[in-house]
């Protein structure tokens, strides 16, 4: 079983910026991909970014490319989403995911393991 713990969402400002946390329990993630999804009221949940644990590979949604960086702490085995030049349409829940395959997909039903989702409002 691995837990995960999202942090760090809130009102914000159009153009600016959030980081938001997934702290991990319960298993080494070495072998495992480690995703953020969003979903904002009314719409299914969308892929964000993606990480492979392992080598550290990072993929991203076009709509959030060159604005949103993945990364990960193996020390704290956290996974980061920084979010720079938010726009209102990047407000939703954003939930972290767990894939322990290590396979990266854009499809939420590729992924084991799910975090309780953290609020991100971007006002315009």
């Known amino acids: 079983q691995v837990q995960l713990v999202e942090s760090g969402g809130g009102l914000v400002q159009a153009g600016g910026s959030l980081r938001l946390s997934c702290a991990a329990s319960?298993?080494?993630?070495?072998?495992?991909?480690m995703a953020w999804f969003r979903q904002a009221p009314g719409k299914e949940r969308e892929f964000v970014a993606a990480?492979?644990?392992?080598?550290?590979?990072?993929y991203y949604a076009e709509s959030v490319k060159g604005r949103f960086t993945i990364s990960r702490d193996n020390a704290k085995n956290t996974v980061y989403l920084q979010m720079n030049s938010l726009k209102a349409e990047d407000t939703a829940v954003y939930y972290c995911?767990?894939?322990?395959?290590?396979?990266?997909?854009?499809?939420?039903?590729?992924?084991?393991?799910w975090g309780q989702g953290t609020q991100v409002t971007v006002s315009s």
């Open positions: 990480i492979i644990w392992s080598g550290g590979n990072t």
């Open positions: 995911a767990a894939d322990m395959s290590a396979q990266v997909t854009g499809w939420d039903s590729d992924y084991d393991y």
């Open positions: 319960g298993r080494t993630l070495s072998s495992c991909s």
